[in-house]
């Protein structure tokens, strides 16, 4: 999806519901697990202050749900936790307002230049205009069907089928939730994500957190990341970051997008 046209003004969100994960209590260790596979070595020593913005963001969001009378989960502090993520879902959306991270290397991370370049190559075969700040990328690089069919894992190539580098890209990019600044044990990378059981109802998720457009170029793939891990993993569109984004701005442009939307 290029434009936001592509996804305001389609009608009454679906009765599937809205769920939301905001404001993790990223020093909590309440049950905290250590995740089975090994994480980024930067993550071990990193402290990730909290984002004040992130909780109202998720109230208000929830808010403007109930007055559309969609049903929705807002999970915070503590209940923002992996689990909750990782595990069998079920919503029209799927709402992350939290830190991410790219550890890209050199050879890598995208600057801007190569990401609006890499972008324009793919925009003759998506449906839309023009690119923005907040950006939303395509899944298949496919035009838009009339009425999307859902997109299952199966109908989107493996973000872990290409180069060593865009591999590399799913073990150093993901979110941050509970516990994460024990360890880096609350963090999830975009390949447990992409690895995790399929999203129920083919949502929109909104990764309302910093650069989670960021990944590896891939010629002929893409771009591998976070954004990636989630269409594999069943999304139907994507609400991304290409930049970093301040919390209480990012609040309220969200709140603004829900009702619009609904």
């Known amino acids: ?27 909590s260790d309440d049950g905290l697990r250590a995740p089975a596979r090994p994480l980024p070595a930067e993550l071990r020593t990193m402290k990730w202050q909290r984002l004040p913005g992130t909780r109202a963001e998720g109230e208000s969001v929830a808010k403007t749900l109930a007055s559309a ?7 915070l ?8 993520l990782l595990g069998d879902l079920s919503a029209d959306i799927l709402h992350i307002a939290t830190h991410a991270f790219y ?16 972008l324009m190559l793919r925009l003759p075969r998506l449906a839309g205009d023009s690119n923005r700040g907040i950006g939303y990328l395509a899944a298949t690089g496919k035009p838009r069907p ?5 997109v299952t894992p199966a109908s989107v190539p493996s973000p872990m089928s290409g180069t060593t580098e865009s591999f590399d890209a799913m073990q150093r ?7 994460a600044n024990r360890s880096g044990h609350g963090a999830i990378t975009a390949e447990e994500v992409a690895m995790a059981p399929p999203l129920t109802n083919s949502p929109t998720v909104v990764l309302s957190a910093c650069e989670t457009g960021l990944g590896a170029a891939d010629r002929g793939e893409g771009i591998s990341g976070l954004q990636s891990a989630f269409l594999f993993r069943g999304a139907r569109e994507l609400v991304v970051s290409l930049w970093r984004i301040p919390d209480q701005e990012t609040a309220e442009l969200m709140q603004s997008f829900y009702e619009e939307l609904v």
């Open 146 to 150: 009339e009425k999307a069919a859902p």
């Open 69 to 75: 009378r969609v049903p929705r989960s807002l999970l």
């Open 77 to 84: 502090g503590n209940a923002a936790r992996r689990e909750a």
């Open 173 to 179: 990019s993901g979110i941050v939730l509970a516990g």
């Open 1 to 27: 999806v290029i434009s936001a046209r592509d996804v305001v003004g389609k009608g009454p969100v679906p009765g599937g519901g809205a769920l939301g994960r905001a404001d993790p209590d990223f020093v």
């Open 103 to 118: 550890f890209g290397g050199p050879s890598s991370r995208l600057d801007e230049a190569q990401l609006a370049r890499e």
